[in-house]
């Protein structure tokens, strides 16, 4: 198996009567980071939500994120009750609070 990157922190946030959970992370990824993907040196994303937890997920799910400086700012995604993806987006354009 690749290399795992660990950027910085990350958060679970549920909502209402959706059976989907929504985790809010922050990641500062240079973009030499984000190369060993492309290397097929790491293939997942390892960060801490803002609560605490320790989330894993593929690094192409952040791949329309990509500049040439990296992968910077706070996000969220969303799975399923069952933890398969759905989305992710950005909150903010950078390395601000939402």
Known sequence: MGEVI???LTTIYPRSMNTH?????????SA?????VYQGIAK????????GR????PAQNIKQFLT????????EMELTAE??????KKLDR???SV
């Open 6 to 8: 660990s950027p910085t």
């Open 21 to 29: 959970q929504y985790i809010r992370f922050r990641l500062n990824l």
């Open 32 to 36: 030499d980071q984000y190369l060993k």
């Open 44 to 51: 997942n994303i390892t960060t801490v939500a803002d609560d």
């Open 54 to 57: 320790r989330v894993a997920f």
């Open 68 to 75: 040439h400086d990296g992968v910077y700012g706070h996000f």
């Open 83 to 88: 933890n398969k993806f759905v989305s992710i």
């Open 94 to 96: 950078g390395f601000g």
